[in-house]
């Protein structure tokens, strides 16, 4: 098969910079796909999804990891999830219905948005500048996920692990987005 | 001599020396002064001229409550009028100079305003000036906005950055004063999630000002150990120089923390940040602001708050005179006599207005009791005043104490009116708080020390078991319990000359006895007319004098006379902070399309649409007008092919076994029969009957759909497509998303078009007309595997496709197009050639869909269904929405081809006067059509295809212009469609 004749660009061309101790950089290599099933048909879905990823579906506001640590499911609302995992290809969504086939339904969204990830030390100075919801490590401890606004930008909040966050925000307006984290940081240095 | 006025003592770093200016004068201070401290310590009485009178004013007060002492500070863009010189940090390099004079602060020549006084009296613009009549708009009005208002601006942008951020805590406790301290300390050792805010640069409140000890300690010295211990709690977070200044819902607090605003310069770093502060439990220890008694020319420099004197004595190590007398109604007063004295200050008098032995006995200080100051003498600062039976003492400075106001501010902001507490004379907060605050101390009329430290202690146990944490044992605080007897006494009633309640505002007694005179007797309706208590410092300390006086007037009491309430912001929030980043570009956030980069390369002209920026047209070097890039994108987009970025207009992925079903609900349109493979024009309704969006519907598979909207519905339609789903039909197994991110879009329109997309798409894809015709709609790949998504539909009325590809394909797409294209002459067009084709070819877009009209109005009553329920079928029924003289959608052209139309105008029959009863329409659309030659237009009229061919009017009544137009068909170019079908 041909390769692909045209180029990939990501919004923030692989932005990476670094600030002192905190490093704040796009992530390019995550397919980001939306799993929506019906509320009145979820038991065929949590079989499969368990089946094949050795866990139960996220409670709301909080992500799984599967067993194999390949995905990452993400509890968006009620009856959706969202999946990121790695991936290079043109088909993301093959890699899910090859696994919970006709369960439920799927939509693209990795390049609905674009994900930057912010990792360091004392982040909680930087965050508190970000966004409104608590981000502490108390009542948001790693794996848990918000969506939430950030200068007027929706953003969606994944306390990847310890001194990690994922920022994952509508494509489009990406560059004002990460004026608004890049200020942060300035403003808190 | 410098610093004549600085005493021993103090809380100050005298190993700091500090250099200001003032009105231009070089003066001395040390770190921990303020402004005011330092001037007064260099004997600087006269600091400001009144707002409205021009009088001469001294510092009246040591805090936030400040009304005469407001200053300007720095120079050129930094400049910030009207700071009050009383909260000012004194920093090596400060500038400030006084304000509101016309000539130097010495010699005023606006003084005359004080002559004049019986014509400017409150209200006065209601009274004067009346006569004649015409001389009010061009001389009187202007003159008197020329004088009002104080200081003023630089007239430069800001150059100092503003942060904002948002807080956390379980209890938030507002006001670092003792009962503040005590609050958080214990619930800090419960280890609770805390936030302590105070205003002052140093914590301790009024522990910082008076000579109180704590468990032995000073009373400072306690405030600087219970602070150093609550800082190195981790569960404690200190926030100084930070005004709480809002109690808003939910438990949110707004906050300003001043970052540099003691710094000569900020150096890159925010000056000011504006929290948000979510607090579960808020403790308001905001403590008590002293009030004065009203006497004749009671404005003078020299005469200030007692409480005020013996802060300045205290902290600042500065006494405002070298010979004071102690003007009060209450135990107060005589506190600040023993400070003085104690600092061996000459206390001269002591005149307490209550008829009782004296507390305490002096020998070498006069004591009046029950009595009164009648007047002072001195006009740029106070040398004597006057008492009854024609005493007279000299001094220098008078001491006033009133009494003290609990600082209930925010416990009013969700409307809760405070209550009147005899004990004290004062008002206390009321019974409704906000939810979830507690008030502690002075603020909650607990006065006395040891008193306000267990209820600090006691708030703060209370919120700690409230917010579920075991709460640590209290320590025990010993302190003093002050007198604090007070006998009322507000205004002295021999006044002969004015006497001020609102130093701010120039309110007088007289002004609230001239109010009641003319027949106002509401405190609300006072309050307006007289101003009183409307400057910046809110009236903190005139409002409780000022109601007394009203109270005596009505014969009411003062708990029947009432007290008006207070509003955010405690204090002045500059428009900096609230405003914090944005500004400039980042006023608010752009997006970008996917083909930005390229356009941005083309030189093109961007527009904004919403928040997205979109390529409006793009200019070649020789073209010297923008009509002439425009002319020649139309021209040769339908002469060949041309290119546009649709990647804004929504796109919404509608996925589900009763994705049709519901579908059906929401569009006008029968869609039962959209077949897989082709794509719907879709008209959405809202329930009363009205057009609220256009778009398509695309069936890719049997329960898999693609929806559009209009770019500036696309956010209004997905909420109302969540709202159907999720409140209207919550049963239905359908899920949508939006996408519009998720895939780039392009329009390719022209007779080569199709040759073009033959190009790209890959091989194994059929889009001959036969295999794709006119809607049809179908995933495919294009440039070797790469997914997309074509439809064959046109907004410009040419051959035309949109291809969507995944965004991150958007900039090589285009590239690959505009290189593809070449030999066909590709053009890109932006949004002007895309707005000039479809009203060539009579599509409706927003202007004709704003909200008014109907899909009878627009033409398109046969695309809605007659067979089905949806959003909007019962009331698109109503008879008024169908008159058979209805307005309907039909084009436009001038009678006289050089005319130009104007979107907006109405329509009149020629023989009918141009007034609204005659009103037939109006032009909605109008554009320069470079096939025609002229100015077309599409517009709403009634009876309109029934009237092709007439001439009627288009009135222009803002430029007033009239033009005669024909009425025609909408579709200009190519009515029959042909061009779409090839």
Redesign the interface.
């Known amino acids: 098969?041909?390769?692909?004749?045209?180029?990939?660009?990501?919004p923030l061309n692989g932005y990476s910079k670094t600030f002192a101790s905190i490093k704040l950089s796009e992530v390019t290599e995550l397919a980001i796909v939306?799993i929506?099933f019906?509320l009145?048909?979820t038991s065929s879905f949590k079989e499969a999804f368990s089946k094949y990823y050795g866990n139960s579906l996220p409670e709301y506001g909080s992500s799984t990891l599967s067993k194999d640590s390949t995905f990452r499911f993400m509890s968006m609302q009620p009856?959706?999830i969202f999946a990121i995992y790695e991936y290079v290809g043109?088909?993301p969504i093959s890699v899910l219905t090859s696994q919970l086939g006709a369960t439920a339904?799927f939509?693209?969204?990795?390049?609905?948005?674009f994900i930057l990830r912010l990792s360091g030390k004392n982040l909680h100075k930087i965050l508190?500048?970000v966004?409104?919801?608590?981000l502490?490590n108390k009542?948001f401890p790693p794996n848990s996920v918000a969506r939430t606004t950030v200068?007027?930008?929706n953003a969606i909040i994944l306390h990847e692990k310890n001194n990690n966050f994922l920022f994952i925000s509508?494509?489009?307006?990406?560059?004002?987005?990460l004026?608004?984290l890049e200020?942060?940081i300035e403003?808190t240095l | 001599m410098k610093q004549k006025n600085r005493t021993s003592g103090g809380l100050i770093e005298r190993n700091k020396p500090l250099v200001f200016h003032f009105n231009n004068l070089r003066y001395e201070g040390f770190l921990g002064d303020t402004v005011a401290s330092a001037l007064i310590a260099n004997n600087q009485r006269l600091v400001a001229r009144s707002f409205k009178y021009h009088r001469p004013r001294g510092i009246f007060s040591a805090g936030p409550e400040e009304p005469n002492a407001l200053v300007q500070l720095r120079l050129g863009a930094h400049l910030e009028p009207n700071t009050r010189a009383t909260v000012t940090e004194l920093f090596d390099g400060l500038i400030a100079k006084s304000q509101n004079h016309l000539g130097s602060l010495e010699f005023d020549f606006l003084e005359i305003n004080n002559l004049l006084s019986p014509l400017l009296s409150a209200g006065f613009y209601y009274k004067t000036f009346m006569w004649p009549k015409s001389f009010w708009e061009k001389i009187y009005e202007p003159i008197i906005r020329a004088s009002a208002g104080l200081g003023c601006l630089s007239n430069e942008p800001d150059p100092d950055i503003y942060d904002k951020g948002f807080l956390h805590c379980d209890v938030l406790v507002i006001g670092g004063g003792p009962a503040g301290l005590a609050a958080a300390l214990i619930a800090g050792r419960s280890g609770v999630r805390t936030i302590l805010a105070d205003e002052d640069f140093l914590i301790g409140g009024r522990l910082n000002a008076e000579t109180f000890t704590i468990n032995g300690m000073k009373g400072s010295d306690w405030a600087v150990q219970t602070a150093a211990e609550l800082e190195h709690l981790p569960n404690v977070r200190l926030l100084t120089r930070t005004t709480v200044y809002g109690a808003f819902d939910h438990g949110v607090y707004g906050a300003v923390e001043r970052c540099t605003d003691h710094l000569a310069s900020s150096n890159g770093r925010p000056r000011q940040v504006l929290w948000r502060i979510y607090s579960k439990r808020t403790i308001v220890s905001t403590g008590a602001t002293e009030r004065p008694i009203a006497f004749s020319n009671n404005d003078r420099p020299g005469i200030m708050l007692a409480g005020s004197v013996r802060t300045y004595l205290n902290r600042w190590a500065v006494t405002p005179g070298k010979r004071v007398a102690i003007f009060t109604n209450n135990d107060d007063g005589w506190r600040t006599a023993n400070d003085l004295r104690g600092k061996d200050i000459n206390v001269i008098a002591v005149i307490d207005t209550r008829d009782k032995p004296p507390p305490f006995k002096y020998s070498d200080t006069k004591v009046f009791m029950g009595s009164h100051i009648l007047d002072v003498i001195g006009h740029k600062g106070v040398t004597a005043l006057k008492l009854p039976h024609g005493k007279s003492i000299e001094a220098d400075c008078i001491a006033v104490a009133g009494g003290w106001n609990p600082n209930v501010h925010l416990t009013c902001h969700h409307r809760g009116r405070p209550t009147w507490c005899k004990d004290i004379s004062a008002f206390i907060p009321g019974e409704e708080l906000p939810t979830g605050m507690t008030v502690a101390g002075a603020a909650n009329g607990t006065l006395a020390l040891s008193a306000a430290l267990k209820q600090g202690s006691d708030a703060g146990s209370t919120a700690a078991r409230d917010t579920g944490h075991n709460v640590v044992a209290q320590e025990v605080l010993n302190a003093e319990d002050e007198p604090s007897e007070i006998s009322p006494f507000w205004h002295v009633e021999e006044n002969k000359k004015r006497a001020w309640i609102d130093m701010q505002n120039d309110v007088t007694v007289q002004d609230i006895e001239m109010a009641y005179m003319e027949g106002f007797r509401s405190v609300e309706h006072v309050k307006r007319y007289t101003t009183l208590s409307m400057a910046t410092d809110q009236g903190k300390t005139a409002n409780t004098v000022a109601v007394a006086v009203l109270a005596e007037l009505t014969g009411k009491t003062i708990p029947q006379t009432g007290v008006t309430i207070y509003r955010p912001p405690y204090t002045p929030v500059s428009i900096s902070a609230l405003a914090g980043r944005q500004r400039g570009n980042q006023f608010r956030p752009t997006q970008l399309c996917p083909s930005h980069t390229w356009a941005t390369e083309q030189n093109a002209v961007f527009v904004e649409a919403g928040l997205w920026k979109r390529a409006q047209f793009f200019p070649k070097k020789e073209e010297n007008h923008w009509r002439q890039s425009v002319n020649r994108e139309v021209l040769q987009t339908r002469k060949s092919v041309g290119v546009c970025d649709v990647t804004t207009l929504g796109k919404f992925d509608v996925q589900g076994t009763d994705a049709l079903k519901f579908l059906n609900y929401i569009y006008a349109n029968d869609l039962t029969t959209l077949a897989v493979g082709k794509v719907r024009y879709g008209l959405m309704l809202r329930e009363d009957g009205l057009i609220m969006d256009d778009g398509t519907i695309a069936r890719l598979a049997k329960n898999h759909y693609i929806t559009t909207s209009t770019t500036a519905n696309a956010a209004q339609v997905l909420r109302h497509m969540e709202f159907c789903h999720q409140c209207l039909w919550p049963n239905l197994n359908v899920h949508i998303i939006s996408v519009t991110e998720q895939w780039g879009q392009f329009a390719i329109s022209g007779p080569n078009s199709r040759h073009l997309l033959q190009k790209i798409v890959d091989r194994e894809i059929d889009i001959s007309n036969h295999s794709f015709p006119y809607m049809a709609c179908s995933e495919i790949t294009i440039c070797n595997g790469i997914p997309a998504r074509l439809f064959r539909i046109s907004f410009s009325g040419e051959l035309g496709y949109e291809i969507a590809i995944p965004a991150r394909y958007g900039d090589a797409l285009i590239r690959r197009l505009m290189s593809a294209g070449e030999e066909f002459d590709i053009v890109p067009y932006g949004t002007e050639a895309l707005s000039i084709m479809r009203i060539e070819k009579g599509h409706p877009a927003g202007a004709e869909l704003n909200g008014q009209t109907t899909a009878r109005d627009l033409g398109m009553q046969r695309l809605v269904a007659k067979n089905k329920d949806f959003i909007g079928n019962i009331l698109s029924k109503r008879p008024e929405l169908n008159r058979k003289d209805g307005l309907a959608l039909v084009g436009f052209i001038p009678i006289d081809r050089r005319d130009k139309l104007s979107a907006g105008a109405h329509f009149f029959s020629l023989n009918k006067d141009i007034i609204t009863n005659n009103d037939e329409g109006w032009m909605t659309s109008v554009a320069i059509s470079p096939n025609l030659g002229h100015s077309i237009g599409l517009g709403l009229i009634k009876r309109g295809n029934d009237r092709i061919g007439e001439t009627v009017k288009a009135a222009n009544l803002l430029q007033k212009q009239y033009v005669k137009v024909e009425i025609v068909t909408p579709y200009f170019i190519d009515p029959e469609g042909e061009r779409l079908r090839a």
Request: hydrophobic share 25%; net charge negative.
């Open positions: 098969m041909l390769k692909p004749s045209l180029n990939a660009v990501s939306s929506t019906s009145n048909e009856g959706m043109l088909e339904f939509s693209d969204q990795s390049d609905s948005s508190e500048r966004c409104a919801p608590d502490s009542p200068d007027h930008l509508p494509r489009s307006s990406a560059r004002s987005f004026n608004a200020t942060s403003n």
